[in-house]
């Protein structure tokens, strides 16, 4: 531990039997014009000293809420209305202004979510980070901007003497989120509250960002609370979790324990809803989802308010449940769970199942492993890429300096057969958008070739493709974005049925809408709303429906599911998966989730500053993966199995992927990689088939242990 | 930084050789004849009197003939001689602009001072008694036609209360410092005459005010909407969390925000008093380019129009380039 950061406070050591945090009967409400909604309804928990808590639930639940409550840092309308919050034996809601402000990035800091508008854009970094330590006395300004250095140095922060004199906007949100957590640690806090703190960043940075708090707490003893709605990020931090639901705590105990046995029907329908990334694709890969939408904040049902979604509801359950203990040190809101009724445990293929099945199948190779994939390889590719090239140029800096351009795609090769999934994967910024929008002609390429269905679309004029664009459709990331507003749903699937001339009458278009609809699960009577009247999930079916509409053989999904929770993430997974099956379709599914990826495809691409840094049948890139890339990748998923977490041994993958302007010569991931030798700078690494169907593009694949 | 600057001058430069031909063209296609204007019926029909004038003012040469010439007095600082004073025209601004520029700078300091204050106060305590005091001056200030306001501040301080002097600059009996500035309370205080400072400050007052009200209304505006906008941004309340007092949040973290769009409108504001208020100058007999404009529009005298109207150009595209440079201390993200 690098002693700069260990810095010469004393403080009084506080004594430890008190918890750093005890919530009691915590009620905040927000006093709108439509009424009082009640966000966070009761809610009690302790933090020990030195403890890790997660708290999670899903959007809406109330986490955020609570953890700004515990702050005292809402305004109106909201108010606190009931409870207590000690923090170190002293209560915050009681305090004046003064002392909470004493408190507030003292000895209690906060990390949120969005590190992009966390900072103030028009001031240094240092002079943010060096206030927070002056305005509590712990540091002259000198001192301060000393530390500043240090700790941006021990966050990870590169170059951190010239970092603490840049601006925000000069920073990756990963840099930004290192920059929120040295200033959640610049006092060295007793108790760092982070909201979400990883969300919007790529996985191998949230595994770096929560190793640095995983190392906090356990070094510096300082208690942590981590909200989170992914489980994998609360097991790989989290001794306790509590989740949170309808503004409720439903459900408290260890990690371990309660993602191994969920006690309250919400959990288990959370744990059940995400795939896992150490898991082989079970036969039957429908997740398992639970209707119904969250609570509305302004009429909470009055019994248990999980009842009008819970497949296990009884009678009893129209009165509402206390939290009670249902085992020693484990607390449920539910009557059942109560009463001793054990939920029914789904089938995982366990680990130790799993890599059996690994080697049987690796000794006969990888026939086995690609149950799904169709026979018939013979067949000529439905999409087939070959050395498709697509820079940008960017705006000269300079009358004289050259032209400079971000290597968005470079020299990729790939075919898709009819009737797979061919995921893509790679950090943000790694060319996965681009590449889909290069299938699609919304980018030409540079050079290179995209045939699909036997036709090179990449010098195709726009009106040679036309009749293309019936059978090849594209559904984005953003179901608030990609629909326009000013459209009832029923007239935008209408649109692409009218313009392609598929229906006819107006009877006939209304009839194939009320179809469509039907088949994404919706009800048809929906076509006469707009699109903004819809949540997230139903606004991603009704982009399915409406690229369904034209009866495509291809979809390119870009992110279909990373704006939504989990539960409509595996409903929109099992939709796909079920019109794969009903109409043969082709999928390039490209999401930044890695478990979802490999349930949901055949096989994978993985990504590396524009290119393929290996291809491989799914469960095979899973399980053995042989770029080092794709190994450090991998190992960055947190898995939501705390014992499966503590157990396993991480690869760290440290900084950021370099800049794409200028991408390092030889192979791509020289910069980063532990195995690189000179060849590796000098000679671009070739994709070389290691196994049927397997290709990687390293010197020394395979050879990282 | 540098990089960032010499560009945009290079590009106040391309506008302003734009400009010139803008405003050529628009002042030679303009319908009237200034000859017969300024020569009265009688020496109008006289054909040979009428074309000897239009020789000597040059209005019988093609146009692109007549634009070079008009460009290469430019650069020569020839504006042309004014048609109705029969004097350079560039010697009637220089007569005329200072006045106009004492009074503007004055009525605009006291703008931001009472405005950007006034637009905190209203923002912080938002929907409180302050809020609407501001909001009511605000509202007075942007809606109160500029002669109405004239008029009633000369009507109330000057005939009725008598505590303020009436129109011009000076008292007629008061003796004008000598010329060096123009700028008379810079004059007097050259020539250590406080007397005269003395008045000349105290008939600023009256004009300075009415000519401050609609761009205090203005900047108080945009100053409470851009500090509410900023106030609701997420790294206010990661300045909350840190413990930051209040006032430091505020002034060092809202207020730095708050100001880009505060200085955009207000450099523009500027702009627009610099080029002459015609209504004040008029009302308060104030010897500026707003009341020069005026009688030159009235004779129809194009050399002086064309003149002021670029004068007005310059000094938008120096005010522009002034906000564009100004960007680039209080915004780090304009800059690449
Ligand atoms: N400013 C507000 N006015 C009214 N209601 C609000 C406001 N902010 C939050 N709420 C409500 O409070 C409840 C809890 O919101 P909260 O932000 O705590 O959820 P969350 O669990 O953090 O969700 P997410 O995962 O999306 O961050 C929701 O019903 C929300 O609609
Ligand atoms: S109390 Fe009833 S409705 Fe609520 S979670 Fe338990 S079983 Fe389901
Ligand atoms: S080629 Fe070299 S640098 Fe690239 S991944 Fe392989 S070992 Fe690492
Ligand atoms: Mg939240």
Redesign the pocket.
């Known amino acids: 531990m690098n002693m700069t950061f260990k810095a010469e406070l004393n403080g009084a050591a506080p004594d430890t039997d008190t918890p750093a945090l005890k919530v009691e009967n915590l009620r905040t409400q927000f006093f709108t014009d439509d009424g009082i909604v009640t966000a966070v309804d009761g809610v009690s928990f302790t933090v020990a000293q030195g403890e890790a808590l997660g708290i999670v639930g899903e959007s809406g639940s109330g986490k955020s809420v609570t953890a700004l409550s515990l702050m005292r840092l809402l305004d109106e309308p909201a108010r606190i209305t009931a409870g207590e919050v000690h923090f170190q034996g002293k209560d915050v809601l009681a305090m004046n202004p003064e002392e909470l402000r004493a408190v507030r990035g003292d000895r209690m800091a906060m990390v949120f979510q969005d590190p992009m508008t966390s900072l103030n854009p028009v001031l240094k970094i240092a002079k943010q980070l060096v206030e927070t330590m002056v305005v509590h006395g712990r540091f002259t300004p000198e001192q301060a901007g000393k530390r500043a250095v240090g700790l941006l140095g021990r966050m990870g922060v590169t170059a951190p003497e010239r970092a603490v004199e840049s601006y925000p906007h000069q920073f990756s949100g990963g840099m930004r989120q290192r920059v929120m957590l040295a200033l959640g640690m610049s006092n060295e806090p007793a108790l760092l509250i982070a909201d979400e703190p990883t969300t919007a960043l790529d996985v191998t940075i949230q595994a770096q960002i929560l190793d640095l708090i995983r190392e906090l707490n356990r070094d510096f003893g300082t208690s942590v609370v981590l909200i989170s709605h992914d489980l994998g990020v609360i097991a790989r931090v989290c001794r306790r979790t509590i989740v949170m639901y309808g503004g409720e705590v439903?459900e408290e105990g260890l990690t371990e324990d309660l993602l191994a046995d969920p006690r309250?029907?919400?959990t288990w329908a959370l744990i059940n809803a995400v795939p896992r990334i150490d898991e082989v694709r079970p036969s039957d890969r429908r997740l398992t989802t639970i209707e119904g939408q969250p609570p509305d904040p302004f009429d909470l049902p009055k019994?248990?308010r999980?009842?009008p979604r819970?497949p296990?509801?009884?009678e009893?359950?129209d009165s509402h449940?206390d939290l009670a203990e249902v085992a020693p040190g484990r607390k449920s809101?539910?009557?059942?769970?109560q009463a001793g009724t054990p939920l029914p445990k789904k089938q995982r293929h366990a680990k130790a199942e799993a890599e059996a099945k690994a080697k049987t199948e690796a000794k006969t190779e990888a026939k086995a492993a690609t149950p799904r994939v169709i026979a018939g390889r013979d067949e000529a590719p439905l999409l087939s890429l070959r050395d498709v090239v697509k820079h940008f140029p960017l705006p000269k800096t300079g009358y004289f300096q050259p032209r400079r351009a971000v290597h968005a795609v470079d020299n990729v090769d790939l075919d898709v057969f009819r009737g797979e999934t061919v995921g893509l994967v790679g950090e943000s910024g790694c060319g996965k958008s681009t590449l889909a929008r290069v299938v699609m002609r919304i980018h030409q390429p540079d050079s290179g070739e995209v045939v699909f269905a036997g036709q090179d679309i990449a010098r195709s004029s726009q009106k040679q493709i036309r009749p293309l664009r019936r059978r090849l459709q594209m559904v984005f990331q953003d179901p608030y974005g990609s629909l326009n507003p000013r459209m009832t749903v029923g007239d935008m699937i209408a649109e692409p049925l009218r313009f392609h001339g598929i229906t006819k009458t107006n009877a006939e278009t209304q009839e194939r809408v009320a179809d469509l609809l039907n088949t994404v699960g919706l009800n048809p009577r929906v076509g006469r709303r707009y699109s903004y009247e819809f949540s997230g999930g139903q606004r991603q079916r009704i982009s399915i429906a409406r690229a369904l509409a034209v009866e495509p053989d291809f979809i390119v999904a870009d992110e279909p599911i990373s704006a939504l929770d989990v539960n409509i993430q595996a409903q929109i997974i099992n939709l796909m998966l079920d019109l794969q099956e009903k109409y043969g379709l082709t999928y390039l599914f490209i999401a930044h989730d890695l478990a979802v990826v490999r349930h949901i495809s055949d096989r994978v691409v993985v990504l590396y500053l524009g290119k393929v840094m290996e291809i491989a049948p799914a469960d095979q890139l899973f399980d053995r993966p042989l770029h080092p890339y794709t190994r450090y990748l991998l190992s960055a998923v947190p898995i939501p199995d705390a014992v499966v977490e503590r157990e396993r041994g991480y690869l760290k993958l440290d900084g950021e992927p370099p800049s794409s302007i200028e991408p390092p010569s030889g192979c791509r991931f020289r910069t980063r990689c532990p195995l690189a030798k000179e060849i590796c700078a000098s000679v671009p690494p070739p994709l070389v088939e290691h196994a049927p169907g397997h290709v990687a593009a390293c010197h020394f694949a395979g050879q990282l242990q | 930084m540098t990089r960032y600057i010499v560009s945009r001058l290079g590009i106040t430069i391309v506008m302003a050789v734009l400009a010139t031909l803008v405003i050529f063209l628009i002042a030679n296609t303009v319908p009237g004849d200034p000859v017969l204007a300024q020569l009265g019926d009688v020496a109008a029909s006289n054909k040979e009197f009428v074309a000897e004038w239009r020789a000597k003012f040059g209005l019988d040469l093609p146009l692109w003939h007549r634009y070079l010439i008009f460009l290469y007095g430019l650069i020569h600082g020839d504006l042309g001689i004014s048609i109705a004073s029969q004097r350079p025209v560039l010697d009637d601004i220089v007569q005329f602009a200072p006045a106009t520029l004492e009074l503007a700078t004055i009525g605009f300091v006291l703008a931001l001072l009472v405005g950007i204050p006034l637009g905190i106060v209203a923002a912080v305590w938002r929907d409180t008694w302050v809020d609407h005091i501001a909001r009511v001056v605000s509202l007075i200030g942007v809606s109160s036609p500029t002669f109405w306001l004239a008029f009633i501040m000369l009507a109330v301080f000057y005939g009725g209360l008598e505590i303020a002097p009436g129109p011009g600059q000076l008292d007629p009996i008061a003796l004008a410092p000598d010329r060096v500035t123009g700028l008379l309370l810079i004059d007097t205080v050259i020539a250590g005459d406080w007397g005269t400072f003395r008045d000349a400050a105290a008939h600023l007052v009256l004009p300075s005010i009415v000519l401050a009200a609609a761009t205090l209304g203005l900047i108080t505006r945009t100053t409470r909407a851009s500090m509410l906008e900023s106030i609701q941004q997420d790294y206010v309340r990661v300045a909350r969390a840190k413990g930051l007092r209040k006032s430091t949040i505020i002034l060092g973290h809202v207020f730095p925000n708050a100001l880009i769009p505060v200085v955009t409108l207000g450099g523009l504001a500027y702009a627009q008093l610099l080029s002459g208020a015609v209504m004040t100058e008029t009302i308060f007999s104030w010897p500026g380019l707003g009341l020069y404009t005026f009688r030159s529009a009235a004779a129809l005298d194009f050399p002086a129009i064309m003149g002021i109207t670029l004068v007005v150009a310059l000094v938008y595209l120096l005010i522009n380039l002034m906000i564009d440079i100004s960007y680039a201390y209080l915004d780090p993200r304009v800059m690449r």
């Open positions: 439903v309250h029907p919400y019994g248990c999980f009842a819970c296990f509801r009884i009893k359950c449940p809101r539910c009557w059942v769970t």
